[in-house]
């Protein structure tokens, strides 16, 4: 019998984060690449898309995670190992769509 959590787990690879504190792969630390001055450079339309595109895909598996912990919380004998994997992979989730959204989101110069 296949879980819930191997349907998860199988169906969707574990999106690339930045580790705690480290700059991430791309340029500066924002993740755009730096122009020759040191000034980022702006983001391309098609990188918008692209993020665009992996934001709304991770959106949508957070609200999948979230209906099948609930569905395994509600069902008698539910796993606890189980849930709490399905609530950090979640939270990994949550990470990665706020990251993404602050690439997305300009900078103000104040």
Known sequence: ?????????????????????????RGGASGRPRAASGAVAAMTNDEQRELRTEL??????????????AA???SPG???????RLK???????????YIEDQLTPDIIA
């Open 1 to 25: 019998k296949e879980s819930l959590f191997d349907v998860f787990s199988a169906n969707s690879p574990d999106p690339v984060r930045p580790r705690h504190g480290a700059a991430p792969e």
């Open 56 to 69: 709304a895909r991770l959106q949508q598996e957070h609200r999948d995670l979230d209906a099948a912990i």
């Open 72 to 74: 395994l919380v509600g």
């Open 78 to 84: 539910a796993d606890v190992l189980q849930v709490q």
């Open 88 to 98: 950090k992979r979640k939270l990994v989730l949550r990470d990665r769509i706020s």
